[in-house]
């Protein structure tokens, strides 16, 4: 009971590091897929006296991905009941013209800002609607969301590793009189500390599986497919291989270092 104590007081810590990780590295996902989907959704709507010509436009602008006019014959349908031939010919021609503006990537609300005014700047535009307000509350949204999960992963690194640093310190405590056995019998340092890299090793492996388990069945459940859909997101499943491997040699590299630090202190302080 007491050798399963002590595992869960290093595995517990690597748990939480992990999955703050892993949540962060999801969430990363999240938000870049949501901004494709913001590109391909988000349009601009320029208002020209004469017709525009993308390729003319694409050459001092290089942000616009694509352009496409909005017909106005939606709106001369509806009145040709009411006007005659004539006037809805009249009409027709005194229009603007009406395109929708996609973008190449996802800009940042300085960069959307720029993008307006160069385009307000060309003589046969007349107006530039962006729906600023809408779209800086979402990118800011997007923002936030992203710098908030990699400061949390940040500071659940940073409690794991204390954690974990005072669990070696106890495997020491209770390892001291085997290693000063040891150390009589003239043993080398690594051989000393064999056995607490071994259950770092262990103890690795076990909370890898545990979030790689985790991250690979959870998006596959039905309630949260669903309610991802609901709210026009998706969740991405974990690569048990590749973002497996990336996982288990943080957690290596977290526990092998709080070992090695703890023992480098025992080693200075037997001198």
Same mark, same amino acid.
């Given at each position: 009971?007491?050798?399963?104590? @002590? ?42 006296? @004469? ?29 040709? =009941? ?9 009409? $027709? ?15 940042? =609300? ?26 800086? $509350?979402?990118? $800011? ?7 908030? #999960? ?52 262990? =103890? ?21 497919? @669903? ?17 497996? *491997?990336?996982?288990? *040699?943080?957690?290596? #590299? ?18």
């Amino acid at each position: 009971m007491k050798s399963l104590k @002590n595992h869960f007081s290093v595995i517990f810590p690597l748990l939480v590091l992990l999955f703050a990780f892993q949540f962060a590295r999801s969430l990363e996902v999240v938000v870049s897929d949501y901004e494709s989907r913001m590109i391909n959704e988000y349009s601009i709507l320029v208002i020209a006296k @004469n017709e525009l010509d993308i390729h003319e436009l694409q050459k001092s602008h290089k942000e616009i991905a694509s352009m496409e006019e909005v017909s106005s014959r939606v709106i001369l349908d509806k009145l040709k =009941d009411d006007i005659s031939t004539q006037n809805l010919s009249l009409l $027709q021609s005194a229009l603007p013209k009406f395109y929708t503006l996609k973008l190449s990537y996802f800009p940042s =609300d300085k960069e959307r800002a720029a993008f307006e005014a160069k385009l307000s700047k060309i003589k046969t535009i007349e107006r530039v609607e962006t729906f600023a307000k809408t779209y800086n $509350q979402i990118y $800011q949204l997007l923002s936030i969301a992203k710098i908030l #999960a990699y400061i949390f992963t940040f500071l659940v690194g940073i409690i794991a590793l204390l954690l974990m640093l005072k669990q070696m310190r106890i495997w020491v405590l209770e390892h001291q009189e085997r290693m000063e056995i040891m150390t009589l019998f003239g043993a080398p340092f690594w051989m000393k500390s064999a056995v607490l890299y071994r259950l770092a090793i262990v =103890d690795s492996l076990v909370a890898t599986i545990f979030v790689v388990g985790f991250f690979w069945l959870v998006p596959t459940q039905d309630w949260v497919l @669903n309610a991802a859909n609901n709210i026009g997101l998706t969740i991405p499943s974990i690569e048990p291989i590749y973002e497996g *491997g990336i996982l288990l *040699g943080i957690s290596l #590299a977290s526990a092998l270092i709080c070992v090695s630090m703890v023992m480098l202190k025992v080693k200075r302080e037997t001198k």
